[in-house]
């Protein structure tokens, strides 16, 4: 399936501040977090409450930066990190991934 992807340099400048930006939500404190805790599991476990209950859609419109996590839910989500992550570095995601989006 030689030539089926197009080339990084031939790409439109839209598609690759895309794909910078993708790669981006993955580098943040936050996204590396929920790379590696898993957004199947965050889902579980935020699940396990009414009051913090999400979509696995909801927690990648957050990686993506589109939304950030409500102050509860962002509370729940400091808590399931154990420390590794803080409310600051949650709110902060949006706004870094914004930054030359």
Same mark, same amino acid.
């Given at each position: 399936?030689?030539?089926?992807?197009?080339?990084?340099?031939?790409?439109?400048?839209?598609?690759?501040?895309?794909?910078?930006?993708?790669?981006?939500?993955?580098?943040?404190?936050?996204?590396?977090?929920?790379?590696?805790?898993?957004?199947?599991?965050?889902?579980? &476990? /935020?699940?396990?409450?009414?009051? @913090?209950?999400?979509?696995?859609? *909801?927690?990648?419109?957050? +990686?993506?930066?589109?939304?950030?996590?409500?102050?509860?839910?962002?509370?729940?989500?400091? &808590? /399931?990190?154990?420390?590794?992550? @803080?409310?600051?570095?949650?709110? *902060?995601?949006?706004?870094? +991934?914004?930054?030359?989006?």
């Amino acid at each position: 399936m030689a030539g089926s992807f197009p080339a990084a340099r031939g790409l439109t400048l839209e598609a690759r501040t895309l794909r910078s930006r993708e790669y981006r939500r993955w580098r943040t404190r936050f996204g590396s977090w929920i790379g590696d805790f898993g957004v199947s599991r965050i889902v579980i &476990e /935020l699940g396990r409450s009414p009051d @913090t209950a999400v979509t696995p859609q *909801a927690v990648y419109g957050w +990686l993506a930066g589109e939304t950030s996590p409500l102050p509860s839910r962002a509370q729940a989500l400091v &808590e /399931l990190s154990q420390g590794s992550l @803080t409310m600051d570095a949650i709110y *902060a995601h949006r706004q870094e +991934l914004s930054k030359t989006a």
